[in-house]
């Protein structure tokens, strides 16, 4: 008898441990606590993602067969613009969901990222070569060819396909930031890239911030968004389902759960690979291999 209730502490043990970790894995503790000081304070600057509601849900983007990935807004075209990388296109996406136009990709070998940058002017991240391509747009451009573009690549950390995941702008700053999806996963600030005075010699300054990226109480970064009225940056999650905003000093501020039943959400979002804003503040997603979603706060 004292031998099995011996064995059954054991096992009891070792389920609490394998409980444990898993929870260290998901990073539920962090969570959980950042939802508690939540509840108990609310923050009283940022987005207040946590009261957005789903406006469009899951919407298939018709004519589309392959996968697309990252998403970003042209505050000049009113549009969005996102990427495939099985059969590499650049798409420009009504407010909607419709598709506009279709730009073919050559040499960008795994384009997994693009953002705006300035009128006619995106930056493309090839997520496997960790390299960063601007590109310019007009509206007679009838194919984009990375031979022909500004490109740079970092090579830090080089990991397979868990590499440049998404890409999010700060104009006023002048800094673009890089999200790396996992293992380990980071949040790079490039100063200088892309060149912005061709009078200036061409230098380029990469900064990280070790303790934000230790607060991001996610599994892995898919994309990113960075709101030019607060100066915060969202940081899109697939495996934890939830954007998070972070303000000036990288503090988690607010969090928008992308799981059923929250958000208005009728069910979870499969895949999220991409995030977009627009000046009202109206959040837009993609998910794989086609869904599209809009996210709008309610009004006052």
Do not use: C
Not at 148 to 163: F, H, R, V
Not at 255 to 274: F, I, N, W, Y
């Amino acid at each position: 008898m004292r031998r099995l209730f011996h064995l059954s502490v054991i096992l009891l043990l070792a389920g609490l441990l394998i409980l444990g970790l898993a929870a260290q894995e998901l990073r539920l503790f962090e969570r959980g606590w950042f939802n508690v000081k939540s509840w108990w304070q609310p923050p009283e600057q940022g987005m207040r993602l946590d009261r957005y509601q789903v406006a469009v849900e899951a919407q298939p983007i018709e004519g589309l067969d392959d996968d697309i990935s990252a998403l970003t807004y042209d505050p000049d075209r009113k549009t969005l613009f996102t990427v495939t990388n099985a059969r590499s296109e650049l798409l420009e996406l009504s407010l909607e969901g419709r598709i506009l136009r279709r730009v073919p990709l050559t040499g960008f070998g795994d384009p997994e990222a693009v953002e705006y940058v300035g009128p006619g002017s995106y930056v493309i991240s090839d997520e496997r070569q960790q390299r960063l391509i601007r590109v310019r747009l007009d509206d007679d451009t009838p194919f984009l060819d990375a031979a022909d573009a500004e490109q740079m690549s970092l090579g830090i950390g080089l990991n397979g396909n868990k590499g440049f995941e998404g890409l999010a702008y700060d104009s006023a700053g002048q800094r673009l930031f890089v999200a790396k999806e996992r293992d380990p996963m980071l949040i790079y600030e490039i100063h200088g890239f892309p060149h912005q005075n061709p009078e200036r010699p061409y230098a380029v300054h990469v900064v990280q911030d070790r303790k934000r990226d230790a607060r991001l109480f996610v599994r892995d970064l898919s994309s990113l968004q960075f709101d030019e009225r607060s100066g915060h940056l969202l940081a899109l999650s697939d495996e934890s389902r939830l954007v998070l905003e972070l303000d000036a000093h990288g503090q988690p501020l607010s969090t928008l759960s992308l799981h059923r039943g929250l958000q208005g959400l009728k069910a979870s979002v499969p895949q999220a690979e991409g995030i977009a804003m627009d000046e009202a503040g109206t959040l837009y997603l993609v998910s794989e291999p086609n869904l599209f979603y809009v996210f709008k706060q309610p009004a006052d």
